[in-house]
């Protein structure tokens, strides 16, 4: 069973620093004004997320306040991210799968879903004003 979770993990480690990789040498080509957000091509108005691939690319290359202001949400998704990938090590390094068990847990309450609902809007209310 502890097989299957570390090959699970490195997986999962080296999926999300090749994507990482991938962002930091192709920005150039993926920092442009055409959108794959189905969202945004459907009705004309961003959607709570978009900005966030190009938020990280931003933040890969050092413009931490670019970052910011392109969409808030790729701070935190890298943040996250870059967590996971030292949890999931060290889960590796200690032989223990604490990672995946913790995720799966149920933190949800009201008080978690209300500041979630009002993050993602203030976020969408953003990304409308900056005409995203």
Known sequence: MQFNFKLK??????SIIAGYFFLYHFSSSLENNHSVCLFKNLTGIPCPSCGTTRASIKLLHGEFINSILLNPLG???SIALSISIFWMSFDIFKNKETFLPFIKKDFVNKYVIIFAVLLTLANWIWNIYKGL
Do not use: K, N, P, Q
Not at 9 to 14: D, H
């Open 75 to 77: 701070i935190l998704v």
């Open 9 to 14: 993990y490195l997986a999962i480690i080296i």
